[in-house]
């Protein structure tokens, strides 16, 4: 029996092993490389997708898990005006350095920003927490979220 999940608003008929975790079926099979593999433990953020508009992790629950649920991966977020907010708010305070954590920040930002237009300081800081970044870029990417919010100037 196939697999059938939901992404990206198109319907797709999953080969992989239902049980293989969903962040492999996007990765691998279907080539959505946005969302990246970090621990594989569900301690990083890096591999955050949307589902039903909820951050959730992929790299640890089986695929199956998700049938009839709405995925969006970061590939999708720029159809959304939040997501495109987003994006170009990270651009402009330059909220990449590397770059490994910044699609799971992004998923997590565009979230936050939809379900909290104007977002708190506090709050914009417990949506990022568990996105772990070894560059040490939540400064900017705080400044991008007040960006996007239309909170800042994003000046230094
Ligand atoms: S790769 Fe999923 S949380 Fe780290
Ligand atoms: S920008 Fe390098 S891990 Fe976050």
């Known amino acids: 029996m196939t697999l059938a999940l939901r992404i990206n608003g198109a319907d797709r008929e999953i080969a992989s092993d239902p ?27 890096a591999c955050a997708v949307l589902v039903d508009g909820e951050v959730t992790l992929s790299c640890a629950t089986p695929a199956a898990v998700f049938a009839g649920r709405e995925i969006t991966t970061i590939e999708a977020l720029g159809d959304t005006p939040e997501g495109a907010r987003v994006q170009e708010a990270f651009v402009a305070a330059s909220a990449a350095q590397c770059g490994y954590c910044t699609p799971g920040l992004v998923v997590a930002v565009t979230a936050l920003l939809q379900r909290d237009p104007a977002p708190s300081r506090e709050a914009a800081m417990a949506a990022l927490t568990p996105h772990l970044c070894r560059c040490g870029s939540h400064p900017r990417v705080l400044r991008a979220v007040e960006i996007a919010a239309g909170q800042g100037q994003g000046q230094q």
Do not use: F, N, S
């Open 19 to 45: 049980e293989t975790p969903l962040i492999h079926v996007l990765r691998d099979e279907l080539k959505l490389k946005g969302a990246k593999l970090g621990c594989g433990l569900e301690q990083c953020g």
